[in-house]
T-cell receptor, first 110, second 112 residues
Framework: TQLLEQSPQFLSIQEGENLTVYCNSSSVFSSLQWYRQEPGEGPVLLVTVVTGGEVKKLKRLTFQFGDARKDSSLHITAAQPGDTGLYLCAGGKGNNRLAFGKGNQVVVIP | DAGITQSPRHKVTETGTPVTLRCHQTENHRYMYWYRQDPGHGLRLIHYSYGVKDTDKGEVSDGYSVSRSKTEDFLLTLESATSSQTSVYFC???????????FGQGTRLTVV
């Protein structure tokens, strides 16, 4: 059973459109992180959210942590081809083991 | 970028042979992790270390062993490689429990 479920698994959109991807769980997390991975590379950290209800912005990316600290969303405004990649969420439960979701594959078509 | 290096970057090996992958960090982070990434499965934790000579199993540890004799090096050994261990292996480091992880560039291992 996957601890973190990410949806949709695959999303293809046109440049300039907005998109939202989700990371859901039935477990409570002490923190949740989002990473982006490009082909042939390791995941790179984008953001960490810690407080329930927290919203963080990174240029055109908006990250939200659910009030109950069980889920998170990533919204991209006016997507660009450079946003293409695999977006991974990861949650910490205080046991030295970050749990990763399977990822949201995003493709932005020029 | 965090100073983390994996070697080799690519390896092809035969079934039944032992293989060792190396992860080297220059950040003096306490925690080090080995993950494998496979289509349809995402990133799965193999083993991790919370200090020199302190290691523990992850969710897919069968057939793998690790060692950490120095803060900067974490070795992953496939004792007798099988085709099911064909995968991309990532090393990651973090400074604290459940804190942000910094990943290496990965090792693509093919077992034939």
């Amino acid at each position: 059973t996957q601890l973190l479920e990410q949806s949709p698994q695959f999303l293809s959109i046109q440049e300039g459109e907005n998109l939202t991807v989700y990371c859901n769980s039935s477990s409570v997390f002490s923190s949740l992180q989002w990473y982006r991975q490009e082909p042939g590379e390791g995941p790179v950290l984008l953001v960490t959210v810690v407080t329930g209800g927290e919203v963080k912005k990174l240029k055109r990316l908006t990250f939200q942590f659910g009030d109950a600290r069980k889920d998170s969303s990533l919204h991209i405004t006016a997507a660009q081809p450079g946003d293409t990649g695999l977006y991974l969420c990861a949650g910490g439960k205080g046991n030295n083991r970050l749990a990763f979701g399977k990822g949201n594959q995003v493709v932005v078509i020029p | 970028d965090a100073g983390i290096t994996q070697s080799p970057r690519h390896k092809v090996t035969e079934t039944g042979t032992p293989v060792t992958l190396r992860c080297h960090q220059t950040e003096n982070h306490r925690y080090m992790y080995w993950y494998r990434q496979d289509p349809g499965h995402g990133l799965r934790l193999i083993h991790y270390s919370y200090g020199v000579k302190d290691t523990d199993k992850g969710e897919v540890s069968d057939g793998y062993s690790v060692s950490r004799s120095k803060t900067e090096d974490f070795l992953l050994t496939l004792e007798s490689a099988t085709s099911s261990q064909t995968s991309v292996y990532f090393c990651a480091i973090s400074w604290g429990e459940d804190t942000e992880a910094f990943f290496g560039q990965g090792t693509r291992l093919t077992v034939v």
